[in-house]
């Protein structure tokens, strides 16, 4: 060990007259600590609130989407035998989609009506793991009523809060209306037909669950009047996100006819919003550590003027200034170093039990932190990245280190001979 090291590990153990000094520095201590923890939790949460939102956008929609420029496609069964010839495309299914209504007694809202193909649509998206009452199947066979007899009407998957609102359950008739009917001598009349609810799905997003629903293709096409055409195709692909490259290969492939559009362009507001209120927090709360610098840089001040007398013996033996001032960097780092590995210590503890920590709080005080019927959450999410937990813990110690630096500066241009003149 130098002699810088062992004297900045030294002076850490204050004298009994001086007792103020070490407890200036275990606050600092545990301030650093502080600082470390919170960034690695509220990070680690709002890492796993964006990959649990991500996981719910990829339930309902495909990784890519294939549209035709300005029309509907029209050949959708040899666009999908050449869309499944790129590379990393795993599979693909049509849909149609068109915005209508749904009335049932004297209820209606306005919804989003998507024609799918159930076989291939299941290996495309995570819609039938969605499902919590009926089955995707149903679409295709039609639904008969609950009780009794009663006519075989074709089958409409809703989601859990449009059943709500609506007041239905699986089984039940429900009608919709296209806004865009037939001309006739009386004006525009709007085109309805009657479907029977096949099941009801929990996306765990309230914007599909309200605004979402699902009918077969064939229904959709006859319903809609168009024919065996579709609004596009959906991909899956083999790396979620090599999506983007892969719709930009497919729109060099197949040229201007066609538009591709991967997943993260088509949710790019809501996923920006997310990465940017991450860095904002991190930049928040990287204030608690610099607080805590500050406290670093107080103790290393006092420490300065205490040690006076031994700053002046040690340039009288040849001491440098830069061992002197080694002597209290180090001192500092020690200070910080050790905050950082407490807080990475407790930030990781709490970070990986934080589901378990919540239901105890919530088991003791009897209050639910966290509604699912208010945040759609069936557990409290939470993901430690390596690589955020590297960058907090870099980020304070150089904060440290950059708080060692004046003080240990002063102390090291201090005159031996001012220092021992009335000693």
Request: aromatic residues 8%; charged residues 15%.
């Amino acid at each position: 060990m130098n002699y810088e090291l062992f004297i900045g590990m030294r002076y850490l153990k204050a004298k009994r007259k001086s007792t103020f000094v070490s407890i200036i520095t275990f606050i600092s201590v545990a301030g650093v600590a502080l600082g470390v923890t919170a960034l690695i939790v509220v990070l680690s949460v709002m890492t796993g609130f964006e990959e649990d939102l991500k996981e719910k956008i990829l339930g309902t929609n495909a990784h890519v989407v294939v549209l035709k420029s300005g029309g509907e496609i029209d050949d959708y069964r040899e666009l999908m035998e050449r869309l499944k010839g790129f590379s990393g495309v795993s599979a693909a299914t049509p849909f149609i989609y068109s915005q209508v209504m749904l009335t049932s007694g004297s209820s209606v809202s306005g919804v989003v009506l998507r024609g799918v193909e159930a076989r291939t649509d299941a290996q495309v998206t995570n819609l039938s793991k969605s499902i919590v009452q009926g089955k995707l199947s149903n679409l295709e066979t039609g639904v008969k009523p609950p009780y009794g007899d009663g006519e075989v009407l074709p089958g409409v998957l809703i989601g859990k809060e449009l059943a709500k609102n609506l007041n239905l359950y699986v089984g039940d008739p429900v009608n919709v209306v296209s806004p865009v009917g037939n001309i006739t001598p009386f004006g525009m009349i709007p085109r309805t037909k009657q479907f029977r609810v096949a099941g009801i799905f929990d996306t765990g997003m309230y914007e599909y669950d309200t605004t979402l629903a699902y009918v077969g293709l064939g229904e959709a096409q006859s319903f809609l009047s168009m024919g065996s055409s579709v609004t596009g195709i959906q991909l899956k692909v083999e790396d979620v996100y090599k999506a983007a490259a892969i719709a930009g290969e497919i729109n060099r492939g197949l040229g201007l006819q066609y538009i591709a559009r991967d997943w993260m362009q088509m949710n790019k507001n809501i996923l920006f919003a997310l990465k940017t209120e991450k860095v904002v927090m991190f930049i928040i709360l990287t204030l608690i550590v610099l607080v805590a610098a500050f406290g670093i840089a107080s103790t290393l001040f006092m420490v300065v003027m205490e040690k006076t007398k031994d700053i002046a013996i040690l340039k009288s033996m040849g001491a440098t200034c830069l061992s002197i001032m080694k002597i209290f960097v180090l001192e500092g780092l020690i200070i910080g170093f050790a905050g950082t590995v407490i807080g990475l210590a407790g930030g990781l503890l709490i970070s990986l039990n934080l589901q378990s920590i919540v239901e105890f709080v919530q088991k003791m005080t009897g209050f639910e932190l966290f509604s699912k019927d208010i945040y759609y959450l069936s557990h409290f999410p939470s993901k430690v990245v390596p690589s955020d937990v590297a960058l907090i813990a870099v980020t304070a110690i150089l904060i440290s280190f950059i708080a060692t630096l004046y003080p240990s500066w002063q102390g090291s241009r201090l005159p031996p001979a001012e220092a021992l003149r009335y000693e």
